[in-house]
């Protein structure tokens, strides 16, 4: 059973892990070296987990935590998917087990309404071109507006 709860500051070590599982290259590529979370234009989107502005739901499965979808305002220009000081960026992640089981649609639509409740009328996200998932942003409501770095910008309203 698919279940969702808050993202809070106690699942700080579980974002971490997360944020690096939502590093995504295309294949044959895995994982990044897990050092790559110290960039500063990477770990803006994780440390310090729990500010007012921060918004996330945590999927679980059967009872275990399956992966997360957060938001975080951050200031204009930080961030591939800085659009303007009200539009928050998106994150989302699965633990392998439990991708391409039909989980992270409801955990991203579950974190769209959560960030309208929070007062955003928009999210933002990029996503690498070959990667699959950007069909199912798609179907959330996102809308590719521009290219940046090779990746796609893509926006959501959610208010």
């Given at each position: 059973m698919l279940r969702f709860r808050p993202l809070t500051a106690e699942d700080q070590d579980k974002l971490w892990h997360w944020l690096h599982v939502a590093l995504w290259d295309p294949p044959?590529?895995?994982?990044?070296?897990?050092e790559v979370l110290q960039a500063p234009g990477v770990r803006i989107y994780a440390e310090a987990w729990g500010k007012t502005t921060d918004v996330g739901r945590v999927a679980q499965v059967n009872g275990t935590d399956a992966g997360a979808c957060w938001v975080r305002l951050l200031p204009v220009g930080v961030g591939?998917?800085?659009?303007d000081a009200a539009t928050p960026q998106l994150g989302i992640a699965l633990e392998p087990e439990f991708q391409h089981k039909g989980h992270g649609r409801p955990l991203m639509l579950?974190?769209?309404k959560a960030a309208a409740r929070a007062g955003y009328r928009q999210v933002a996200l990029t996503v690498h071109p070959e990667n699959p998932a950007q069909y199912m942003y798609e179907s959330c409501g996102f809308r590719k507006v521009e290219r940046r770095n090779n990746y796609h910008l893509m926006l959501a309203r959610v208010a």
């Open positions: 044959p590529a895995g994982l990044r070296p897990v591939l998917a800085s659009v579950e974190t769209l």
